[in-house]
């Protein structure tokens, strides 16, 4: 086991990169058929459009966006995913083409936010809007003490995708990045090729190898690989899930 485990962090820290074909998260990922694809989650998924990722059975699903980035590698694509998104909220088509009207009470932002603020209690207040977006927050907690990922203005109904945890680590930093297993200890440089919150996902790319990998960053400057890395990302996940 023991030389699996060397065997296998080499592997991780030394070999070149193999590059996809690179493709952006749609604005609004929609879902016709029950069968959510590639193609209903990427613009310019190609001939992997039609590679099942997931079923839907109710009006929406949420998707792990580790997994999802995964599945896009199994099909030769390449999905950055710069934002750290942690879930990929999809609707069903008859959910997006008849979204609630009407007075619907949503979280508000109470004043305009710039990119990278702290959300504070005192930022968000219960409101009307005419819909609700798919992933709003039913509790003010799940949004307090996060950091806006864009611009907000004050009076939009509030949506988890706005926020992230604070950042520790910015795009293009370089950064320490461990592996830990067995017994074994290695670690490396590597570029930042997003930013990121403590137990937040990022690509960082190995300054020798130039070989991209998906880290997990821990604090200011550091990330880790390997067992904590999906030790973190299964926490994460559990939590997003609650």
Not at 7 to 36: I, N, R
Not at 217 to 226: D, I, L, N, R, S
């Amino acid at each position: 086991m023991r030389r699996v485990l060397i065997s296998a962090a080499v592997l991780l820290f030394a070999s070149p990169a193999l590059a996809g074909v690179p493709v952006a998260l749609k604005a609004e990922t929609v879902d016709a058929d029950g069968v959510v694809t590639l193609g209903d989650l990427f613009d310019g998924a190609g001939a992997a459009a039609k590679v099942p990722v997931a079923a839907r059975t109710g009006a929406g699903l949420s998707l792990d966006a580790l997994a999802v980035q995964a599945a896009a590698r199994r099909a030769g694509l390449d999905w950055a995913n710069a934002e750290g998104l942690r879930r990929i909220y999809v609707k069903g088509a008859a959910t997006a083409a008849a979204a609630p009207r009407g007075n619907v009470e949503v979280l508000t932002y109470a004043r305009s936010l710039a990119a990278g603020e702290v959300v504070q209690a005192t930022d968000l207040v219960w409101g009307k809007a005419a819909a609700a977006p798919a992933d709003a927050p039913s509790d003010a907690d799940q949004v307090i003490g996060m950091s806006t990922r864009r611009p907000l203005r004050a009076g939009a109904a509030v949506s988890v995708r706005d926020v992230a945890a604070a950042q520790v680590i910015k795009a293009g930093e370089v950064v320490t990045v461990s592996f830990a297993a067995e017994g074994i200890s290695l670690s490396m440089q590597a570029k930042a090729m997003a930013a990121a919150g403590v137990g937040e996902p990022l690509n960082v790319q190995n300054l020798q190898s130039k070989r991209v990998l998906q880290a997990v960053a821990t604090g200011p400057g550091h990330a880790v690989v390997g067992p904590a890395a999906n030790d973190l990302k299964a926490r994460s996940t559990r939590y997003a899930l609650r």
